[in-house]
């Protein structure tokens, strides 16, 4: 099988629960993230923080990481999801074309502006698809510090906690 998965070896491989049920993940704890974030560092993955304090500093970190003003001729200012679309088209992955969007508090963007945030997730899935028809892959971390934190069905699924904070009751509830 060609792919970003070979046959002998995608059961064992740390991205492959990240992956399997869509590309956005959704995390409680924060050193769960930091570990994930190692794994997939160790698989030659990129990562790319955004930051989800507040829009004006998720659109400013998406507009640097994704290279902006080299795609596009002008710095990510309005939340336009049409604009993160495009972006997201060709993200700025690397030789291995393994890429790792990282988001901490995505919480405190829904309660911004909950419609940007589940457009974003939903473009994400969908983006992270695509990537895969051109042989890449694009894995989504988000970290929400609610332990309840939902979205909107993403590109035809959920977003999903990951498989180490699945059940409730591994945050808490």
């Known amino acids: ?18 992956a399997q049920n869509g590309a956005t993940n959704l995390f409680f704890r924060e050193t769960v993230l930091d570990e994930a ?6 698989l030659d993955y990129a990562i790319l923080e955004v930051n989800c304090e507040t829009m004006d500093t998720f659109l400013y970190s998406v507009s640097v990481g994704f290279d902006w003003q080299n795609q596009f001729g002008y710095q990510l200012s ?3 999801l049409d604009a993160i679309n495009d972006g997201l088209r060709t993200p700025p992955f690397p030789t291995s074309k393994r890429l790792a969007v990282v988001g901490r508090g995505i919480d405190r963007l829904k309660q911004e502006n909950e419609r940007f945030t589940s457009g974003f997730l939903d473009i994400f899935e969908y983006q992270a698809r695509d990537a895969l028809l051109f042989g890449g892959l694009m894995l989504g971390l988000f970290q929400a510090n609610d332990p309840l934190f939902s979205t909107d069905t993403l590109g035809g699924r959920a977003a999903r906690f990951n498989p180490k904070e699945w ?3 591994s945050r808490g509830v």
């Open 37 to 42: 974030i190692a794994d997939l560092k160790a």
């Open 167 to 169: 059940l409730n009751a």
């Open 78 to 80: 309005r939340p336009n």
């Open 1 to 18: 099988m060609s792919g970003p998965f070979s046959e002998e070896d995608w059961s064992e491989r740390p991205d492959w629960p990240l």
